[in-house]
């Protein structure tokens, strides 16, 4: 029991770690600039959270309810962290209330909700991937998308109804 646990507790540790530096990487790039070390973290728990859906949903779950409540989830985080981060302390991570459809004092925006909801996806496959390939104690991974479903077999993508 104590080995199960802590097997659970480093591979969610890996995978926090893997989201976090992915996530970390994508907002250097899109900045041009070195970011605060504070989004490695909150996208460490948005990763983990948004990884852990098909731990509360199954596969039949349709792909994009669980990406669209991975956005849910993402921008609860950044509403909750970023108003703590950037509107109670001031540290000035991010603010988005200069743009159209923003809200919570500018933590959170509707063009970046959009954004979430493919990074959700992104996340969910990474996730599950990386449990099959590497702990290999799951079915392999498919996603329904309204009637069709799909799973990539090693070699490419199969699709069934």
Known sequence: MLKQGFHFFCDRITHMTIFGVIYFLIECIYKGHLTDWRMFVLAAVI????????ELFTYETDFILQCTVGMLIALLCECIFGYQWNVIEGLAIWDYSSLPFSAVAGQINLFFAAAWLFL??????????????????????????????????????????
């Open 47 to 54: 990763g983990i959270l948004v990884g852990s859906i098909n």
């Open 120 to 161: 959700s996806g992104v996340c969910i496959v990474l996730d599950d991937s990386l449990v099959y390939y590497f702990h290999a104690n799951e079915e392999t991974p498919y996603y329904r998308i309204g009637k069709r479903y799909f799973k990539w077999n090693g070699k490419k993508i199969e699709s069934w109804k």
